[in-house]
C-alpha cells in the first residue's frame, strides 16, 4: 500500500515586487495557494512572514532603544529604501521555496516516489576583481540580459595577437599561468621584456582548474572561441562557478594575446551582473566547458563569455554573461601625447621582442575606435565623424607601426616601418583562388601602411575643421618573387616623398617596399588624396565627365561568343580552383573571341551592388564605399577565368594560379563604387599569352566603370597559371 501526500501549501503573503502599493493604498488581500492532493500525509509546511502592503516600512528589524529623530527621508532616499525591502522580500521567497522543494523530494524520496528533477536556482551577481582582493561576487538585482550577437564570420573573426602550438594545458602548465610565467607556457611570442609584470591567472578559494584538454580560436556556438577542461571544487555555490568560468576566461585571453597590447595589464571584471544557474553541489571534480560569446580590443581588450559545469556527465551549473576586462595599470599611458610623441613602451613586443610604437590595439581605434588613443589628442575631436580611418576587422592589414622617422606637422618627408602578421588560417587563404595570398592583400596591407604614415604625420591636420575621406588614386607595384606568406610577419617600409595642400583636399605621394625573414617580395608607388566632402563630390571619372561607353558598346561588334558560368564552376569545386566566400566577386563573364583592342579576346562582366555587400561595413567606418583594390580583384578573376574556359590549364600538372612575379601592374582610380551605385562593370583586352616550362601567364588591360561614369583604368593586369613543380619563370 502506498501513501500519498493531502496538499502542498505555502502560507504567507504574496508579493509581487512590481507591484507594492504606497502607504495610502487599501490593504492587499491575502491568498493561499494550495495544490490538491489525494491522501492522508500532513502537509510541509514553509512559511514567510511579509509585513502587509499597509504597515508603515521601517529600517527596524530587531526591537532595539528608541533612536533619535530621524532627518525626514527624501523621495529618492524612500525610493531606494523600497527597492532595498523588494530585493529583501524576493530572496526570501526563494529561499524558502528552495527549502520547501528540497523537503517535499526528501518526503517523496521517504515515501518510495522518486524524486523530480531539481529546478536550478538562478542567481544574479555582480563579479568585482582586483590584484590585491581577488575575485569576489555579490548579489544583483536581475538585469535585462544584453543581445546576442551573430557568430562571428570568416571577415569579423577576432585576430589574436599571438600565435602559439599550445591548446591543451596540465597542472604545471597552469601552475606557471598563476606565477605569470606566460611566455614559458605559450611561447616567446608572449614576452613582454617585463612590461607585465603582475599578469597571471587566478587562484580559486572555492575552485581551481587542473586541466585545459581543448581551446579553439574559432570554436564554439559564436564562433569566437570555446576552451574545455577539468577542475577540481572544494565549494559548492555560486562563487565556486564564478571561479571556474573566470579562470577558464583568464586562459582564453591570455593564449589570444589579449594583455600584451598593454603595459601593466591586469585583468579587471566587466561592468553589468551575469547569471548563476545552480543545479547541483559543485564538490568534486567536473568538467568545463567555456564559450566566448564577444572577444575584442575596443575599448579595451575584453572577452563575454558562457561556461557549463559537469560532474559525471550531468550539468550541475551554468554561468551567463560573465565579462572579463584587460586594462592598464592606473597611471599608464595608452596613448600618444601632442604632437605624437610616445615617451615610453605601449608594451607590445613583436615575436622577434622588438618594441612597437603603436600596437594591434591602437590600429584598431584608428580603424573604428577613440582616434585620439590611436594616433594623439589632436585627433580627439573626430570622434563621431566621417574621418579618415583604417579598414576594419579581416580588412585591416596593417598590426604595428615599429618605428617613425619624422616629426608631425612636417610634410616634407618620413620614413615609417610597419608590420603585418599573416595568420595561415586568414580568410582569404581560404577563400582565394590563388595558391598562396591573393593581389588583393598584396595591395591593401601595402597602401593601408603608407596611408598611415601620412596620417600619423598630421595631413588632414592642416584642416582639423574638415571631415576628410581618404582615397587612393593611382600607383604602379610588381610582385618580386614568389613566396608563401602563410604564418610570416611581413614587413613594410614606406617612405613619404611629396605633399600637395589644396583648397578641400591634400594629396601625397609615396613609396614602399615589403620583406619577409629579411628578403623584399613586393614594392611600388602610390598617390593618396584626403579630400573633404566637397571636393569628393567632384569626381568626374577618367574622362572629364564624359559617358565613354565599353567597348562593346561603342563597336559594331559580333554577339558574345560565350559566357563562363563562373558560379556554377565554384559550386563543382573541381579541378583549379575558384575563388569563394568574400572573394566570389562574379558569377559570369562574358567572352568575345577575337575582339578587343588587341584582336586577342574581350571580357565584359557585371557585378550588381547593394547596400548590403560586405565590404561596406569594413572599409571604412562611417564612410563606406569598396575598396578599387577589389575592382583590380574581379578585373583578376575575369581574366583567370578566361584563361581556363581557353583551356590554357591542359597539360600542366595540378595546375595552380599564382600571382605573378615580375611584370608591374599599374592603376588609376577617379571615382569610386557606393552603395546606390547598383552595379559595377568591367571591362578587360587581351593584350597576350606567355608560356614557360609548366606555366602560362596572360596579360591585359582593363576598365571599371560605375552607372554612367569609367572610373578605373588597369595596364599591366597580368595572371598566371603554375604546375606544379615548375621553376620560377
Known amino acids: 500500500m502506498t501513501a500519498q501526500l493531502d496538499t502542498l501549501a505555502f502560507d504567507g503573503e504574496p508579493f509581487d515586487a512590481l507591484l507594492w502599493p504606497d502607504p495610502t493604498a487599501k490593504p492587499a488581500h491575502q ?29 527596524d528589524v530587531t526591537p532595539g532603544p528608541a533612536a533619535p529623530p530621524a532627518a525626514p527621508e527624501t523621495g529618492d532616499q524612500v525610493a531606494g529604501l523600497v527597492r532595498d525591502v523588494r530585493a529583501e522580500l524576493i530572496a526570501a521567497h526563494v529561499s524558502a521555496m528552495t527549502v520547501q522543494a528540497a523537503l517535499q523530494r526528501r518526503a517523496l524520496a521517504a515515501l518510495g516516489h522518486p524524486a523530480p528533477a531539481a529546478r536550478a536556482a538562478t542567481h544574479h551577481v555582480t563579479v568585482a576583481y582586483t590584484p590585491e582582493a581577488g575575485l569576489t561576487t555579490h548579489p544583483a538585482h536581475p538585469a535585462k540580459a544584453p543581445e546576442l550577437p ?28 598563476t606565477r605569470g610565467a606566460i611566455a614559458a607556457v605559450f611561447g616567446p611570442a608572449y614576452d613582454q621584456r617585463g612590461d607585465n609584470p603582475g599578469i597571471h591567472l587566478t587562484p580559486g578559494a572555492h575552485a581551481n582548474l587542473t586541466r585545459v584538454v581543448e581551446l579553439t580560436r574559432h570554436g564554439g556556438p559564436w564562433r569566437r572561441g ?89 550539468v550541475v551549473a551554468r554561468v551567463r554573461d560573465l565579462v572579463l576586462h584587460v586594462r592598464e595599470a592606473p597611471g599608464t599611458p595608452v596613448a600618444p601625447e601632442l604632437g605624437g610623441v ?72 618620413a620614413t615609417a616601418r610597419t608590420e603585418y602578421d599573416s595568420p595561415a588560417d586568414s580568410w582569404y587563404y581560404a577563400e582565394t583562388g590563388n595558391a598562396a595570398m591573393p593581389n588583393v592583400v598584396y595591395m591593401e596591407t601595402s597602401l593601408q601602411s603608407a596611408l598611415l604614415l601620412g596620417y600619423f604625420l598630421g595631413a588632414t591636420l592642416t584642416a582639423p575643421e574638415e571631415d576628410y575621406s581618404l582615397r587612393n588614386l593611382d600607383g604602379t607595384a610588381t610582385v618580386l618573387r614568389e613566396v608563401d606568406l602563410r604564418n610570416k610577419m611581413i614587413r613594410q617600409t614606406t617612405r613619404l616623398l611629396t605633399t600637395t595642400v589644396l583648397v578641400g583636399a591634400v594629396l601625397q605621394s609615396f613609396s614602399y617596399e615589403l620583406s619577409v625573414d629579411g628578403v623584399p617580395f613586393y614594392t611600388g608607388e602610390s598617390l593618396f588624396g584626403f579630400f573633404n566632402e566637397t571636393a569628393l563630390a567632384n569626381q568626374n571619372g577618367l574622362d572629364n565627365g564624359a559617358c565613354v561607353p565599353t567597348w562593346f558598346d561603342a563597336h559594331d561588334t559580333p554577339p558574345v561568343t560565350r559566357t563562363i558560368d563562373v558560379a556554377a564552376r565554384r559550386a563543382r569545386e573541381t579541378g583549379v580552383r575558384a575563388a569563394r566566400g568574400h572573394l566570389a566577386l562574379l558569377d559570369t563573364v562574358e567572352v568575345v573571341d577575337g575582339g578587343g ?133
Not at 492522508?40 to 512559511?47: D, E, H, I, K, L
Not at 560586405?614 to 567606418?621: C, G, L, N
Open 342 to 413: 610616445i615617451r615610453a613602451s605601449f608594451g607590445r613586443y613583436n615575436a622577434d621582442g622588438e618594441r612597437a610604437l603603436l600596437g594591434e590595439f591602437h590600429l584598431t581605434h584608428s580603424a573604428r575606435g577613440d582616434l585620439g588613443i590611436a594616433l594623439g589628442p589632436e585627433f580627439t575631436a573626430y570622434a563621431g565623424r566621417r574621418a579618415t580611418r583604417m579598414p576594419n576587422h579581416g580588412l585591416q592589414l596593417c598590426d604595428r607601426v615599429m618605428a617613425v622617422e619624422g616629426r608631425r606637422g612636417d610634410l616634407t618627408g
Open 150 to 177: 551573430a557568430p562571428a564570420t570568416t571577415m569579423s573573426a577576432f585576430k589574436a595577437l599571438a600565435h602559439t602550438r599550445v591548446t591543451t594545458l596540465g597542472e604545471p602548465a597552469l601552475a606557471d599561468l
Open 226 to 314: 570555446h576552451l574545455r577542461g577539468e577542475y577540481r571544487a572544494a565549494g559548492e555555490g555560486v562563487t565556486a562557478a564564478v571561479e571556474l568560468a573566470w579562470q577558464a576566461a583568464q586562459v582564453f585571453a591570455l593564449q589570444n594575446g589579449l594583455h600584451l597590447c598593454l603595459a601593466g595589464a591586469r585583468f579587471h571584471a566587466g561592468p553589468g551582473s551575469s547569471e548563476v544557474d545552480l543545479e547541483a553541489p559543485l564538490a568534486g571534480t567536473g568538467e568545463i566547458t567555456l564559450d566566448v560569446v564577444e572577444i575584442d580590443l575596443l575599448p579595451r581588450p575584453r572577452l563575454r563569455v558562457t561556461a557549463e559545469l559537469r560532474t559525471a556527465g550531468r
Open 31 to 59: 491568498d493561499t495557494t494550495e495544490v490538491p492532493a489525494a491522501r492522508a500525509v500532513p502537509a510541509v509546511r514553509s512559511t514567510v512572514a511579509v509585513a502587509p502592503a499597509t504597515r508603515p516600512l521601517s529600517a
Open 597 to 729: 583592342k588587341h584582336g586577342r579576346g574581350y571580357l565584359r562582366a557585371v557585378r550588381p551592388v547593394a547596400a548590403d555587400d560586405w565590404f561596406f561595413a569594413y572599409h571604412f567606418h562611417l564612410d563606406p564605399v569598396m575598396p578599387g583594390s577589389l575592382g583590380v580583384e574581379a578585373v583578376l578573376q575575369a581574366l583567370q577565368e578566361w584563361a581556363l574556359d581557353a583551356g590554357l590549364a591542359d597539360g600542366l600538372t595540378d595546375p595552380e594560379f599564382v600571382v605573378p612575379a615580375g611584370p608591374p601592374l599599374s592603376w588609376r582610380y577617379r571615382g569610386q563604387i557606393l552603395a546606390e551605385d547598383r552595379e559595377m562593370t568591367l571591362e578587360v583586352h587581351v593584350e597576350d599569352v606567355q608560356h614557360r616550362p609548366g606555366r602560362v601567364r596572360v596579360v591585359g588591360e582593363a576598365s571599371v566603370w560605375k552607372p554612367g561614369l569609367r572610373i578605373y583604368e588597369l595596364s599591366g593586369v597580368a595572371v598566371e597559371l603554375r604546375g606544379a613543380g615548375a621553376e620560377p619563370w
